[in-house]
């Protein structure tokens, strides 16, 4: 499927402060932060690349060069551990490098979203592209946007992908879906971050995009909000007036790495999974010296039970 879809350009809005993650990212980017032994904008290039993107641009940023550091080649680094016979890392560092065909471009000023995604127009042309959001980290055993891509080829409409979420709905644009079949939806509207009252529905969009051409010129005509920003949430609202959007309930998990807690589950998870890791981080996770640590927070798993089965026979 890869070789046939038309989608081979993404879009990666990094320009954002990280001002969640402050002090560490004071003087390093929020997409440098590492996930385990990867930085969280290696995660989402690598489902872009398996999804058959081939060109990716990077909307950066004030103090955003360590991103172009590291998709560079680095001599040096790759020299010395030539030198030490450090084959397999050597291959790892050379495969970063030759991953895509990466580029880079300001957004010189911080006005959303739907502004960074207007800054690349003219290098993404008169074609559907891809958006992926750095903050969320998917992991699915067929990529997020490899299964956006698959809707985006059976019917040629901007596809957004969404998930169910019962808490929080706020923090999310939000759909009014019509089902059509399995895992997609017509988005009937859009509202960005509504209160729970006037959210349409509990599917909330996740940070991957197929986005059709024509959303740049909506974008450039909506202006900014009462936030001062350009929402592509709102873009999306007035592009549906126009032209189909259909939404994808995608399969996978997603990880919310632009908050802390969020950021620490994928981390615990992704650790779990790593071979060379996996069995012994799980070891400390389950000794009596961490569960100990757990108890003195929220009681220990014993004591929760009983107070569950009490309160059950109660
Ligand atoms: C952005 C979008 C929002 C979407 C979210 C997903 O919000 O504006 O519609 O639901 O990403 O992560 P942000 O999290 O950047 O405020």
């Keep these: 499927m890869n070789e ?16 969640r993650f402050l002090p560490a990212t004071k003087s390093s980017p929020k997409e440098m932060l590492p996930l385990v032994d990867k930085p969280m904008i290696q995660y989402v290039v690598e489902e872009a690349v398996a ?9 950066t940023g004030r103090g955003k060069r360590a991103i172009e550091d590291f998709f560079d080649i680095s001599f040096e680094l790759e020299y010395e551990l030539r030198k ?7 291959e790892q560092m050379q495969m970063i490098s030759n991953m895509a065909k990466i580029s880079y471009i300001r957004q010189k000023e911080p006005l959303g979203l739907g502004h960074a995604i207007l800054v690349p127009r003219n290098l993404v042309g008169n074609q559907a592209f891809a958006v992926l959001l750095g903050d969320d980290i998917i992991d ?6 490899k299964q956006l891509i698959e809707v985006y080829e059976r019917y040629k409409c901007s596809v957004i992908a969404v998930q169910r979420v019962h808490d929080d709905i706020s923090q999310y644009g939000v759909i009014k879906p019509r089902h059509l079949e399995n895992n997609v939806y017509q988005v009937l509207d859009l509202v960005e971050k509504p209160s729970p009252d006037e959210a349409p529905s509990d599917l909330a969009i996740i940070g991957r995009y197929i986005l059709t051409p024509e959303i740049f010129d909506v974008l450039e005509k909506i202006g900014t909000d009462k936030t001062g920003e350009i929402q592509l ?14 939404a994808c309930e ?6 919310d790495a632009g908050n802390k807690l969020g950021f620490l589950q994928a981390t615990v998870e992704f650790a779990l999974k790593c071979p060379d890791l996996g069995r012994e981080f799980a070891q400390y996770l389950a000794s009596p010296e961490l569960t100990a640590l757990i108890a003195e927070k929220i009681g220990s798993p014993a004591s929760s039970r009983r107070e569950i089965i009490s309160i059950e026979s109660s």
């Design 51 to 59: 999804s058959g993107i081939e060109d990716i641009t990077i909307v």
């Design 250 to 255: 995608f399969k996978g998990k997603r990880y």
């Design 233 to 246: 949430t709102n873009g999306l609202r007035e592009l549906s007036k126009r032209q189909a959007i259909y």
């Design 84 to 90: 030490r016979g450090k084959a397999e890392i050597l």
């Design 4 to 19: 046939r879809s038309n989608i081979k350009k993404a879009i990666f809005p990094a320009a954002g402060l990280g001002t």
């Design 140 to 145: 699915a055993e067929v990529p997020c946007l």
